[in-house]
């Protein structure tokens, strides 16, 4: 079965730029699987950052951004703040009313 | 603004049915056969997709929980829901309702805590 993948814990300095992953374990992530990324903080309801692949969310600072990176979809943060600090998961839309959450990558920023 | 928020037992015995109902405010439950999902969360771990349903009733069930979810929608009420059957601790979770805009959540309930425990 296939499975999304993303990176466990990724780390960041203050106002560096880091690129968060979401691939398949079998086969290439392309603009089809509509990626989305969501941001989570601890206790509360994730919010969407960016979806099909590269759009933005309604007021979502445009240090967000998404894109195909090789096989994988991309979200890249610019400028990284203190409280980018907190969980991120994709979602792929894997065909035939079936979505697949990533196992979500933990920003630290230190 | 559309507004969603889940409602149901927080405690449910291991071996029962658990009940959700998502009520959607702000908007139509019903416009452009809009399609309304169910994700859940365990404790310290990460989001698993259960599946959704669209306004005229069609469901699309995660395969690894079909034999054991039921969905349904009632438009009159404003309100879509969720049946869980036979649940074990595993099922112990946050359960988000949530409207798909496209090809994604766009909006989220605030979520429901729902433990399994005799």
């Known amino acids: 079965q296939t499975v999304v993948t993303q990176e466990p814990s990724v780390s960041v300095s203050p106002g560096g730029t880091v690129t968060l992953t979401c691939g398949l374990s079998s086969g290439s992530v392309s603009m089809s699987y509509y990626a989305s990324w969501y941001q989570q903080t601890a206790g509360q309801a994730p919010r969407t950052l960016i979806y099909?692949?590269?759009t933005r969310s309604s007021e979502v600072p445009d240090r967000f951004s998404g894109a195909i990176l090789g096989n994988n979809a991309a979200l890249t943060i610019t400028g990284a703040h203190a409280d980018d600090e907190c969980d991120y998961y994709c979602?792929?839309?894997?065909?035939?009313?079936?979505?697949?959450f990533g196992g979500g990558t933990k920003l630290t920023v230190l | 603004q559309l507004q969603l928020q889940e409602s149901g037992p927080g405690l449910v015995k291991p071996s029962e049915t658990l009940s959700l109902t998502c009520s959607v405010s702000?908007?139509?439950?019903?416009?452009?056969?809009?399609?309304w999902a169910w994700i859940r969360q365990p404790p310290g771990k990460g989001l698993e997709w259960m599946g959704c349903?669209?306004?005229?009733?069609?469901?699309y069930y995660n395969p690894s929980l079909k034999s054991r979810i039921i969905f349904s929608v009632d438009t009159a009420k404003h309100q879509f829901s969720l049946k869980v059957t036979s649940v074990t601790a595993t099922d112990t979770a946050v359960y988000y309702c949530?409207?798909?805009?496209?090809?994604?959540?766009?909006?989220w309930g605030q979520g429901t805590l729902v433990a399994v425990s005799s």
């Open positions: 949530a409207k798909l805009g496209g090809y994604e959540p766009d909006y």
């Open positions: 702000g908007g139509s439950i019903s416009r452009n056969n809009d399609h």
């Open positions: 349903i669209s306004s005229s009733g069609n469901t």
């Open positions: 099909n692949t590269n």
């Open positions: 979602v792929l839309y894997m065909g035939s009313g079936i979505w697949m």
